[in-house]
């Protein structure tokens, strides 16, 4: 059975790049700069450097991997990614690029699953939790707030790229729009919650002095205009007619949010109490 998270985001990269994520498109009009961007505002906002050792849900190909190794020179690394497939090509990737060891730590599989957690953090446990553009596709947030906090070094802090509803009233018609593209999406209702809320859900967790700082027009409005350009280039024209119509779907349903003001896109970084872990 072929798997909802796939390969089919590497088709729009250039050379041997593999993202997957919406992009921050403020300074970048090709795919994989834009997703790289995105990757390294998180990676500030979470101070990663040469001390961190990071667990990164939701890893995709591998790409941000790499960047958290070979451009803030973290000290460990480890995470779980629901894709078998964009496990095993994040594998490959480290393998090539001299990181073999990083795998051991690398798994398939659902980043609520408290028994992945146990196996990666029995020995060491992360200062850093990292969820680049996929939270909002967790089963359940809730849990893996609860589990991030849990497990968390001292002083240890979690990012993330996420989704928000804003706290706009919405008409019957724009929310049956909006639970019809969520399940669509693979998208769980219940992780749709306003900013206020988010923050309510991270404090009640373990975690304090949450950060929430609101990019939707770099990313949503600049994904969407960077695909309506995409989709007449020559490549754009090669994908398949799979791809083109669900990232054309995407492309106008968050035009569509962003103009209705029920979605916002933001980034968002918090601290674990000490008393947590």
């Known amino acids: 059975m072929s798997e909802f998270h796939d390969l089919a985001e590497v088709a729009l990269n250039e050379e041997d790049a593999s993202w997957g994520n919406l992009g921050y498109w403020a300074d970048h009009r090709d795919y994989s700069g834009a997703c790289r961007a995105l990757a390294m505002l998180l990676g500030d906002a979470l101070r990663l450097d040469k001390n961190s050792v990071a667990m990164d849900l939701g890893f995709g190909c591998g790409d941000q991997l790499l960047l ?7 000290a460990g690394l480890s995470g779980v990614n629901f894709s078998q497939s964009q496990t095993e090509m994040a594998h490959e990737k480290l393998c090539a690029a001299g990181f073999p060891e990083d795998t051991e730590k690398l798994l398939a599989g659902d980043a609520t699953d408290s028994a992945h957690w146990n196996r990666i953090c029995s020995k060491t ?14 089963s359940n ?16 802090r979690i990012g993330l790229t996420d989704l928000f509803l804003s706290d706009n009233q919405q008409s019957f018609t724009d929310r049956w729009i909006l639970e019809a593209m969520l399940k669509l999406s693979r998208i769980p209702a219940l992780n749709m919650v306003t900013r206020t809320q988010y923050a309510d859900q991270l404090q009640r967790a373990g975690f304090e002095r949450v950060e929430v700082r609101d990019i939707s027009e ?8 960077w695909w309506r350009e995409y989709r007449r280039s020559p490549a ?9 119509l669900k990232y054309a779907v995407t492309a106008r349903f968050l035009t569509w949010a962003y103009r209705k003001n029920i979605l916002r896109y933001c980034i968002v970084t918090a ?7």
């Open 218 to 225: 770099d990313v949503t409005i600049g994904f969407a205009r």
């Open 125 to 138: 446990k992360p200062n850093c939790v990292v969820a680049l553009d996929c939270a909002y596709h967790f």
């Open 236 to 244: 754009g024209q090669k994908l398949p007619l799979r791809s083109r």
């Open 68 to 74: 958290w190794r070979e451009h803030y020179g973290i």
């Open 271 to 277: 601290n674990v109490l000490d008393d947590c872990v």
């Open 141 to 156: 947030r809730k849990k893996l707030f609860a589990l991030a906090a849990e497990n968390l070094q001292a002083g240890g």
